[in-house]
């Protein structure tokens, strides 16, 4: 059995994010080290991001609201890449399996957290977690 292919197919698609979802968001920014501005940028942020499959990778691409441009970022698990969060901070991070959870690992300059992603149905839940201070935000499959 492949456990990438079982584990990323309830992934695969496009995901809107849900702001009404979203719990925790200045008290994560606060723990991460958010400024004010990427603050600003983040809080009303509405996306699309929709998930592929390509052999061990998983293609990323990110379609924002009042942008023209959207974002694309590959990753395979358990090895690190660098990339620009919806924010425009640089980091490096690791995203690994768990089961049917995609856990994440983050770094940047002002701090480092850990996610996780999980889906039921059509549904995802992306559960931030920095020095004991959680952020939840909700998607919804499109």
């Known amino acids: 059995m492949d456990a990438l292919s079982d584990a990323a197919a309830a992934y695969e698609g496009k995901w809107e994010i849900l702001l009404a979802g979203t719990t925790g968001f200045e008290e994560f920014s606060d723990a991460i080290g958010r400024s004010e501005e990427k603050r600003k940028l983040q809080r009303n942020l509405v996306y699309v991001v ?3 499959k390509d052999g061990d ?3 990323v691409t990110v379609e924002m609201q009042g942008f023209d441009q959207p974002m694309n970022f590959s990753w395979t698990p358990g090895v690190e890449f660098e990339y620009v969060g919806l924010d425009g901070t640089n980091m490096k991070s690791t995203f690994r399996w768990d089961g049917s959870a995609c856990r994440e690992e983050h770094a940047s300059v ?3 957290w850990t996610s996780v992603r999980t889906v039921d149905g059509d549904s995802m ?3 931030s977690e920095c ?12």
Do not use: A
Request: aromatic letters at 8%; glycine letters at 8%.
């Open 50 to 52: 929709e998930y592929k």
């Open 110 to 112: 002002t701090g480092m």
């Open 125 to 127: 839940t992306l559960t």
């Open 131 to 142: 020095n004991g201070v959680s952020m939840v935000e909700k998607f919804k499959r499109v």
């Open 57 to 59: 990778n998983v293609n």
